[in-house]
């Protein structure tokens, strides 16, 4: 069991995937979350937005939400990438995260349950590397797509010169 020689290199998710090896249509998984009031808290601290349609119970019934709204990019980094297999998948091919849209379509509340999912929409080849562009999508647990958006990473070629 301890024979071979431990080297950190090979201590990784798996081999690399580059830009040639990636096709339109595939599915990079995330795990599915509940919103809960302890994720408000972290994201007024952390945005340092304080608005009340966020965080005052009262003052969403006053507009007729069931409850807290989530804010627009509380809801949007349930996407994000490194979150799901995306990144360890590409490895040491991936360059960079480059670019982000995203259009919020239902309201996300306190309690609802997020499942992200990330789709490869196009490949745009270039010399050395390639742009993937990924459809990014966020429904809940009652099958409504709340958000969707294109994420955009630079991913190396693995035969640049070929």
Excluded: W
């Amino acid at each position: 069991m301890g024979s071979e020689e431990f080297d950190p290199a090979r201590h990784r998710f798996t081999e690399a995937r580059y830009f040639d090896d990636l096709s339109i249509g595939e599915q990079f998984y995330i795990n599915s979350r509940t919103v809960t009031d302890a994720q408000f808290s972290a994201f007024q601290a952390a945005s340092g937005d304080n608005h009340p349609i966020h965080y005052d119970v009262e003052y969403c019934k006053a507009l007729g939400h069931p409850g807290l709204l989530a804010h627009g990019f509380q809801v949007l980094i349930q996407s994000a990438a490194g979150a799901g297999v995306f990144p360890h998948v590409m490895g040491e091919a991936l360059v960079g995260f480059i670019e982000q849209s995203s259009r919020f379509l239902k309201p996300v509340y306190a309690g609802d349950t997020l499942y992200p999912m990330l789709t490869i929409l196009e490949l745009k080849p270039q010399r050395s590397t390639g742009v993937v562009v990924v459809g990014s999508t966020i429904h809940n647990q009652r099958r409504e797509l709340v958000m969707e958006g294109e994420q955009r990473y630079l991913v190396r070629r693995r035969n640049p010169d070929e």
